[in-house]
Structures are given as C-alpha cells and as structure tokens.
C-alpha cells in the first residue's frame, strides 16, 4: 500500500429497513434503486475529486456510466434527456476508497453533502409536484415532510491507514447502532415507525377523522388513480418511495419504467407465456385475447403498457409477426384482470360502481372465452429469491495470505462482473431482477423457474470465483407465496431463510425453501446446492423434474402415491412429533432398503412392472433429495458435506405436490 494513500470505508443505510418496508413490488425495487443511485452519487464525488475506488468495481457498470453523464449534464446546466436509463440498481451501499488526499475527512465529509443535497432534491422535485399545492390549507403536513427527510440517511465513513484495519468497519457499525425513532400519530401502512403524512389522528375525534380522509382524497386527486389505495396513509419517505417513478423524468432526465410488475403479474407469467405459444397456433384463442383486451379500452388505470417490456415475449422481440403483436394489449392489463376471484370481487379502485355490470361481463368472458380454450388457469402463487454470497471476506483474506495485494480490488472485479451476468440469468428464467450489488441478488421469478434459477446463479457466482480466487459458495432463500400475502411478510421470511436457514442451520452453500399456505401454514425445506443440482446433473431442469414425476408414463406419480410416500415416514419416524419449523422425521433402521418401499407405494393398486430402469432412478433421487444434507467445519474450519442416512424433509414432498397442483411440469401449461 502507497504510505500516502489512505483509505475510506463509505456506507449509506438503512438498508433492510428502507428497501423492505414495501406494500408493492414497485416499492421494493424503488428503495433499492434510490440506494444505488445515491451510493453512485457519492462514488462520483470521490472519483472526481481524485479517489480511486477499490470496491465496488465500476468498470462496464451502467447504472455508474448513467449516473456519470447525468451529473456531466447537471455541470452544464443540459436539460435534455438521457437514453437507456437502467432497469436495475447495481451499486452496493458500501465501498472502499482510496486517496491521497492530505484531508480524507473533508473529502468523506464533502461526498455525504453531495448524498444529502441530492436527496433533498428528490424530495423537493416530488413535493412540489403533488404536495405544495395543499400547504396553505395544511400547514403541518410541510413540517412533517422537512422533519421525515432532511437527516433521513444514515451516512457512515471509516478512515484507515492500513487496509488491516477496514475489518473494524463492521464493528464500528456494531459500536454505534442505528435506528429511527418511533414518531407520534397515526402509522404509515408501509413504515410503521413513521407518522403518517397528514398529521391528523383518526382516533381523536370525528372531526379528525373526516379531515385525514380529506387530506388523502386531495392527494389521491393528484396523482394517477392506481397509485394510491383507499386504504393507504403514507410518510413522506414511503410516498417518495410510490412517486419516484412518476418523477423520474425530471429527476433523472429519462424515464424509468413506469410499470413494474405486481406480484399477481409474476405469479400469472407461467400461464401468459403458455397462453402466447397457444395462441401463435389457435386462431379462436387469439380473437379472444384481442377481444378482452378491446374491452378495458375505455379503463385506462387498469393497462400497464410498459409491463411486458421486462420479459422476452415472442411479441417483443425483432421480426415479430403481425399475429404475434396483436395480442400484446391482452399482456398489457393490469394482472388484476387475469383472475376471477379477483373480477368477482367488488373492488372500486378498478371498477367504480357505475362499471358494475361491466366488470361481471369481464369476469364471464374471461371464463367461457379464456380459461375455456386454453384448459388451464393462472396460479396466484409467486416466488422471491433471495441469495447472498458466503464469506466473501474470507476469501479476500485468503489472497492476502497468498502476496496478493490488491485482493479487495480482485474480488470487486470478479462480483462486478457476476452482478452484471445475474440479470441475464434472471431475465432467461422469466424473472424480474430487483437488485443485484455485489454478491447480493433479490429477484421475483415464477414458481416453475425459481429453482433452476438459483442453481444457475449459484453455478455461475461459483464458477467467476473460482477462475480467480479461493473457491466460494452462494446460499439461498426461497418463498412460495400467495400475492395476496403481506409483501413485507414474504421478504421477511425470504431473509430469514437465507440467514438463519440456509447458512446458520445448514452450513452455508445451501438453499431453503419455503411455501406459506396460508395463516400459520408452512412448509420448509433445505438443502445443499451440491445435492438440488444433482437434478441437473440427472439430465433436467427442476421443472422438467416435476414433468417426469407427474407425466413419465414409467413413473406416473400420483397425489395418492405423494400421500403412501409420506405415511411411510410418518409410520417410521422415531420422534413421532415431525418439527414444525422444519418438517423433518427421523427414521429408524427396519431392516429393509428404502427405495424398495417407496417403489411399492408408487405401483400400490396399479398395473405397472416393478422392475422399470426409470421408476428405481427417480425414487433414488427423491430420497436423495428428501435427505437432510448440509456442511459442517472441520478441523481445519473448512466446511465439508454431511448427510444423516435416517433423516428426511417430508416436506419435500409437500413443495413437489405443491408445484404439480399449480402447473410446473404440465407440459399444456
């Protein structure tokens, strides 16, 4: 290390709190990107101020090259826009700096003014948009506003002399722990720490009830009629967070995407992409997807152009056929309108009273015309993914006992370059990427493509790290769940998968599943990825592996036989009392081979030989699965594998028969 350099290590947070607390996907992926965008801000002002940036990598980062030539434009006072605005932030909260500068304070000190003035920016830019015409008649809600955002950030730097020293970063986070006050008055419905923007309280009087309904009406008045539920009594840092979008033109001299898919979208994609193949072959289908489309023209907050320009629909793409492209306004609806649970309900946000019998047409032709032709519904599941990367810091000093030098500078290349190739992979199992910084990855996939597409980012992260650096493992969190359930909840158990599951319980390296089926319901499951990709190495995806359970003429697993098999266990198992956390049994030695057992339960009542190739391959790799792997450290605290030979998820099954019920596998659907 140069004697006249010095280092700085600059986070912005919170992180978990900012980016969590979300009653939409829009919401999610807003904090993250607000977050990045501010981190490049401050990454900006070190770089042109003579630092050099060690981590995160920025080379061929283009959420940095964007955020570069926004603030050139700003320089010259340039009001025209800038094209391809990025989708996804991609710059972690924290990032190590170096300088020669004879005051690194001042300069750290310089680069958190910048972050907070671009902040009060957005604020402002969004205030004075929708909030400043109502501060005569409300003076208070323009203190709340100033009180919520101006020390919002928590902004923090670690000078060093000795890159040594950057360890006792974490650790001076852990010295000086943070955390926002509970306010006074009514809860925002998305950051229940903050006061509602209003300042009425409903619970005081009549009078102030009537008069915090009347502010939100006004608000409501303001902006597009879907932004906001009736429901909905936001802070100011939660409204930020709903309107940025809306704002971004301004903000950002471009447009992002206005139209981020809901969960119920992400969870109707499996069937959209079968309902397209259907319809480049079945003419009546297509008429019918033109016609329903035809009839919300005259509701335009229920179309959502921009949705379906984050996934690679056949319409979509170059040389698409005239056919092709005249269904794309069915794809363009708001996913509301793919279910009739949800058309049958009387909702006056999509459809005020005076579109009654409107809606129950909709909701009937959606049935005799749609679901109909096509045999199949949309599932109202969806899956988030979540994955973190393990010990990263041990890698990093794993090279510094080898003489390399610039280790942190190597393993923020080799990230750099994984964050860029995860979108892809994201996108090619039909998900949509929230962020990716770092080793850190938080998608939205369908339930049929999730697995898969863990296994691929995990292979991937592994094989980048491996080209460069000491062999390093990915862990992950899974979680089936319905749209109608809490998001905030969803996450929640997502991170708590990954952290005190996948990683702390398992060994790291691993992957934990969950499906919420409702209230207190759960089913869980982990395992390492070196066994869930043994799938893969069987010849198949997850999702062709469901395919071969429930469609393989030579295995033709039922329901019924799911239930034999899992009896079997419960029959078996020593502890009699099946954990509820985690839904394993633990089984005695009774004298005969496992796989011989399950297979008699497979043929139980039916007319099939016992001794089929196919039939004996997937029952070994079932049980395979079902058995409780995970790592442990040895003596050289490395982790090595284990499995117990009498353990097993039962809840393996659950998900399989889950994912069956819902479509994965069907190869109509």
């Not at 730097?157 to 006792?168: A, G, M, P, Q, T």
């Not at 359930?485 to 708590?496: C, G, R, W």
Request: aromatic letters at 12%; charged letters at 30%.
């Amino acid at each position: 290390m140069d004697t006249n350099e010095t280092t700085i290590i600059f986070s912005i947070g919170p992180v978990q709190s900012f980016i969590a607390q979300a009653r939409k996907t829009q919401d999610l992926w807003v904090g993250s990107y607000l977050l990045s965008y501010l981190t490049g801000v401050a990454l900006h002002e070190f770089m042109i101020s003579g630092g050099t940036i060690e981590s995160p990598n920025l080379d061929g980062n283009e959420f940095y090259s964007f955020i570069n030539a926004l603030k050139e434009k700003s320089d010259k006072n340039e009001t025209k826009g800038l094209e391809g605005v990025p989708k996804v932030g991609s710059i972690p909260n924290q990032a190590v700096i170096k300088t020669k500068s004879k005051d690194p304070f001042q300069l750290a000190k310089k680069a958190e003014i910048v972050v907070r003035n671009e902040w009060l920016r957005i604020c402002d830019t969004i205030w004075d948009r929708y909030f400043s015409s109502l501060e005569k008649q409300y003076p208070e809600v323009k203190k709340i506003w100033a009180r919520q955002t101006s020390n919002f950030w928590n902004i923090r730097w670690l000078i060093v002399e000795n890159e040594e020293e950057i360890k006792y970063f974490s650790n001076f986070k852990l010295w000086s722990p943070f955390s926002f006050p509970v306010e006074k008055g009514d809860r925002c419905k998305m950051m229940g720490n903050w006061q509602e923007l209003s300042g009425f309280i409903r619970g005081k009087s009549t009078s102030e009830k009537d008069k915090q309904d009347a502010f939100w009406e006004r608000v409501r008045k303001n902006i597009l009629k879907y932004v906001l539920k009736d429901d909905e009594r936001l802070s100011s840092i939660a409204l930020i967070k709903r309107l940025f979008p809306l704002c971004s033109e301004e903000i950002l001299k471009s447009k992002t995407i206005l139209n981020w898919p809901s969960t119920v979208y992400i969870a109707a994609l499996p069937w959209l992409f079968m309902l397209e193949e259907k319809a480049a072959t079945d003419l009546e289908l297509r008429k019918s997807l033109i016609s329903f489309a035809k009839k919300v023209k005259d509701l335009s907050h229920l179309k959502r152009p921009n949705v379906t320009q984050w996934f690679d629909f056949n319409f979509n793409k170059e040389g698409a056929s005239e056919d092709a492209k005249a269904i794309k306004p069915f794809f363009q609806l708001d996913a509301q309108l793919y279910y009739t649970d949800l058309l049958k309900n009387e909702n006056k946000i999509m459809f005020p009273s005076e579109y009654e019998e409107y809606r129950k047409k909709l909701s009937k032709n959606l049935v005799d015309n749609i679901y109909d032709k096509c045999e199949i519904i949309p599932s109202p599941y969806y899956s988030v993914l979540i994955m973190d990367g393990d010990k990263i810091g041990d890698v990093i000093k794993k090279l510094k006992e080898k003489g390399e030098k610039e280790a942190i500078k190597k393993v923020s290349k080799i990230l750099a370059k994984f964050a860029i190739e995860v979108e892809e992979i994201v996108r090619n199992y039909n998900g949509v990427l929230v962020y990716a910084g770092g080793d850190d990855v938080l998608a939205f996939v369908p339930i049929n493509k999730v697995i898969s597409c863990a296994i691929s980012i995990n292979n991937r992260f592994v094989e980048e790290m491996d080209k460069h650096a000491k062999k390093a493992t990915m862990s992950a969190g899974i979680v089936f769940a319905h749209f109608n359930d809490p998001l905030q909840d969803v996450l929640k158990k997502a991170h708590y998968l990954l952290d005190e599951v996948a990683k702390d319980y398992n060994g790291r390296s691993s992957i934990a599943i969950s499906l919420l089926k409702g209230g207190t319901k759960e089913y869980q499951y982990v395992t390492t990825f070196d066994v869930i990709s043994s799938i893969e190495k069987n010849g198949y995806d997850f999702e062709k592996f469901i395919s071969e359970l429930f469609y393989d003429s030579n295995v033709d697993l039922s329901i019924g036989a799911l239930y034999r098999i899992r009896n079997v266990f419960r029959k078996l198992n020593e502890n009699k009392e099946i954990s509820k956390s985690l839904n394993v049994v633990k089984i005695s030695d009774f004298g005969k081979d496992l796989s011989t057992v399950l297979k008699s339960e497979f043929v139980t009542h039916e007319n099939r030989k016992l001794n089929n190739e196919k039939l004996d391959s997937t029952i070994c790799l079932l049980i395979k699965l079902m058995k409780r792997s995970y790592r442990v450290l040895d003596e050289n605290n490395e982790y090595i594998p284990e499995s117990s030979e009498n353990e097993f998820f039962i809840s393996f099954l659950d998900i399989i028969k889950f994912l069956y019920q819902h479509g994965v596998g069907n190869k109509n659907g």
